[in-house]
């Protein structure tokens, strides 16, 4: 059956520009979290969904950080003013459950470089 | 600070089995401990979870000790296609904290 997809799944931006990354969960997939993951680090939390309510959004690094999921499905994250700290992979995952119940499904991420 | 502890890396020849261990001293009652491996330009992959007993899957085995501070992932004939980051995290409410992990090379 079809995974978790992510789109773009590369991105260039410059320095000040806005971006606006989506992810397309599993179907039926209540939960929805969101990711960062530097380069030769493991991914870190940034913010979590049950259906279209963001239960925790305590690990996005600034206001310049905002994710949405308004239908229960679909999410977008959007990073306003980028800068180079926030050149990473952000990488989108779902799951039936929250609360670690079970098992958490990852998309291949998107790669933002900001120059 | 990184919930959980792992040795940054190890190897295992093929056709072996693997031992890869973690300790995660400050977990809770409730929390899960969940098993998932990355290999390079992709997304971490789910690999096993557990909350007190030992569990068995198609893919490893955890074992849990019953103070539930350490844990092992068990390949039980390791492949190469096993060769991957391998991250130990513990679940607390909704956040999944996964460390660095441990590289894992297999051998030939």
């Known amino acids: 059956g079809a995974g978790v997809s992510q789109s773009p799944r590369y991105k260039v931006a410059k320095r000040g520009q806005d971006v606006a990354l989506r992810c397309d969960p599993i179907?039926?997939?209540?939960?929805l979290f969101w990711y960062q993951q530097a380069l030769g680090q493991g991914p870190e939390f940034l913010t979590y969904?049950?259906?279209?309510?963001?239960?925790?959004k305590s690990g996005l690094p600034s206001d310049r950080f905002f994710a949405e999921r308004p239908e229960g499905s679909v999410s977008t994250l959007k990073i306003q003013r980028t800068q180079q700290e926030d050149s990473a992979v952000y990488l989108c995952?779902?799951?039936?459950?929250?609360?670690?119940?079970?098992?958490?499904?990852f998309g291949p991420g998107t790669r933002l470089l900001v120059l | 600070d990184a919930k959980t502890t792992q040795p940054n890396s190890m190897e295992s020849n093929e056709e072996e089995p693997v031992h890869l261990p973690c300790n995660h001293s400050?977990?809770?009652?409730?929390?899960?401990i969940h098993w998932y491996r990355q290999l390079p330009s992709q997304g971490p992959e789910y690999v096993i979870h557990?909350?007190?007993s030992n569990v068995n899957n198609r893919m490893a085995s955890l074992a849990i000790a019953e103070d539930r501070k350490s844990s092992t992932l068990i390949l039980h004939r390791a492949t190469l296609r096993d060769a991957a980051v391998y991250y130990c995290?513990?679940?607390?409410?909704?956040?999944?904290?996964f460390g660095t992990g441990t590289s894992l090379t297999v051998i030939p």
């Open positions: 995952a779902s799951s039936l459950a929250g609360q670690g119940l079970s098992a958490q499904y």
């Open positions: 995290i513990e679940v607390t409410g909704n956040q999944f904290y």
């Open positions: 969904f049950q259906n279209e309510a963001q239960l925790d």
């Open positions: 179907s039926g997939h209540v939960s």
């Open positions: 400050t977990i809770s009652g409730t929390d899960y």
């Open positions: 557990g909350l007190t």
